[in-house]
């Protein structure tokens, strides 16, 4: 089953018309604007108020932000990079033991996005992991390379504690106590996807991943230092994210803009691929806890700013994100009031 579906276990001289997208759904890789200012966040200014005040412009204005001094240890990002591109290289019938297509699995080895529900499919293979708490899901996480488990399981902890720092400084950007977001989204989930992006013979007729938001709250995002492919959506236009020595890059999620109240963005992004050489993501994802009620905070609601999104569960959301297709309209406004 693994080897027919996974495309990193095979070179390919021409793209299998099953990923080839319909004209009008194609990147248009020359329209996109390669040089775009993108915001960049210094985590090591001494200046709190200025680090609040641009993580706060960053959220309304283009939903994502680049971070610098994060605390994350540079040497353990190039490691989990490393070993991701180890795990990707083992024999087929090794990968073939992780494999599976079931969306419920909280650890799976699987390819494009959801290959039972769409009928195109996506330039991707990728290792989906649960990863809190660590004690609970290590065990059944890859044992080869012998070091992925250790190496990950760390990483996982950093940017954990990372998150919780952005949320205290997001909570205070929207006039909230620092602790409003850590605590309103109850014991939070925490999951990743180590994305791999094999070279492709078109790229110009199919995606990594077509254009989406997250549907968690907050994704911290390990990019590939030497290969571009993210690209947000900005003022209509496409942007290209480049990659930035020792920098993170961080999402707004679908449950932040509707905490919000609709003021901070759950951008829109995709991945493109190339054909010069593979490319590896590592996304981490924080996530509210499954029965928590979400919605807009109470005090960024009032008469001259109404309720945007009714209130709901995460797990609601969640299984209404999976039910859809990847690209169809934003998720979020099947929840409006």
Same mark, same amino acid.
């Given at each position: 089953?693994?080897?027919?579906?996974?495309?990193?276990?095979?070179?390919?001289?021409?793209?299998?018309?099953?990923?080839?997208?319909?004209?009008?759904?194609?990147?248009?890789?020359?329209?996109?604007?390669?040089?775009?200012?993108?915001?960049?966040?210094?985590?090591?200014?001494?200046?709190?108020?200025?680090?609040?005040?641009?993580?706060?412009?960053?959220?309304?204005?283009?939903?994502?932000?680049?971070?610098?001094?994060?605390?994350?240890?540079?040497?353990?990002?190039?490691?989990?990079l490393a070993v991701a591109y180890e795990f990707f290289r083992l024999p087929p019938e090794e990968k073939a033991k992780l494999y599976s297509d079931d969306p419920a699995k909280k650890i799976r080895l699987s390819?494009?996005?959801?290959?039972?529900?769409?009928?195109?499919?996506?330039?991707?293979?990728?290792?989906?992991?649960?990863?809190?708490?660590l004690e609970q899901f290590v065990p059944e996480w890859p044992d080869n390379p012998p070091s992925f488990r250790e190496i990950v399981s760390t990483y996982c902890k950093e940017v954990r504690e990372l998150g919780?720092?952005?949320?205290?400084?997001?909570?205070?950007?929207?006039?909230?106590?620092?602790?409003?977001?850590?605590?309103?989204?109850?014991?939070?989930?925490?999951?990743?996807?180590?994305?791999?992006?094999?070279?492709?013979?078109?790229?110009?007729?199919?995606?990594?991943?077509?254009?989406?938001?997250? %549907? $968690? *709250? !907050?994704? +911290?995002?390990?990019? &590939? @230092?030497?290969?571009?492919?993210?690209?947000?959506?900005?003022?209509?236009? #496409?942007?290209?994210?480049?990659?930035? %020595? $020792? *920098? !993170?890059? +961080?999402?707004?999620? &679908? @449950?932040?803009?509707?905490?919000?109240?609709?003021?901070?963005?759950?951008? #829109?992004?995709?991945?493109?691929?190339?054909?010069?050489?593979?490319?590896?993501?590592v996304a981490s994802f924080l996530c509210p806890c499954s029965d928590v009620l979400l919605g807009p905070a109470a005090k960024l609601v009032g008469d001259d700013s109404p309720a945007v999104y009714r209130n709901?569960?995460?797990?609601?959301?969640?299984?209404?994100?999976?039910?859809?297709?990847?690209?169809?309209?934003?998720?979020?406004?099947?929840?409006?009031?």
């Amino acid at each position: 089953m693994a080897d027919n579906q996974l495309i990193s276990t095979a070179a390919h001289d021409r793209l299998p018309g099953s990923y080839v997208r319909p004209e009008e759904q194609r990147p248009r890789l020359g329209d996109v604007v390669p040089d775009a200012d993108i915001p960049v966040v210094d985590l090591a200014d001494p200046d709190r108020a200025a680090v609040v005040a641009r993580i706060g412009d960053a959220c309304r204005t283009h939903g994502f932000f680049q971070v610098l001094n994060h605390g994350v240890p540079v040497e353990l990002m190039m490691s989990v990079l490393a070993v991701a591109y180890e795990f990707f290289r083992l024999p087929p019938e090794e990968k073939a033991k992780l494999y599976s297509d079931d969306p419920a699995k909280k650890i799976r080895l699987s390819t494009s996005f959801n290959v039972r529900k769409e009928t195109v499919h996506n330039w991707r293979d990728y290792l989906r992991l649960h990863c809190h708490p660590l004690e609970q899901f290590v065990p059944e996480w890859p044992d080869n390379p012998p070091s992925f488990r250790e190496i990950v399981s760390t990483y996982c902890k950093e940017v954990r504690e990372l998150g919780f720092r952005l949320y205290g400084a997001i909570s205070e950007s929207l006039g909230l106590e620092e602790e409003y977001i850590k605590k309103a989204l109850g014991e939070q989930e925490q999951h990743m996807a180590v994305n791999f992006y094999p070279k492709c013979p078109e790229p110009e007729l199919t995606y990594g991943l077509p254009a989406h938001t997250d %549907p $968690n *709250a !907050l994704t +911290i995002l390990l990019m &590939d @230092q030497q290969v571009g492919g993210l690209q947000v959506l900005n003022q209509g236009r #496409w942007i290209a994210v480049n990659p930035r %020595p $020792n *920098a !993170l890059v +961080i999402n707004i999620g &679908d @449950q932040l803009q509707a905490l919000s109240n609709g003021r901070y963005r759950s951008v #829109w992004h995709r991945a493109v691929v190339n054909s010069d050489r593979p490319r590896m993501s590592v996304a981490s994802f924080l996530c509210p806890c499954s029965d928590v009620l979400l919605g807009p905070a109470a005090k960024l609601v009032g008469d001259d700013s109404p309720a945007v999104y009714r209130n709901y569960t995460y797990a609601e959301y969640y299984s209404k994100f999976w039910s859809r297709n990847l690209d169809q309209e934003h998720c979020l406004e099947l929840f409006r009031t």
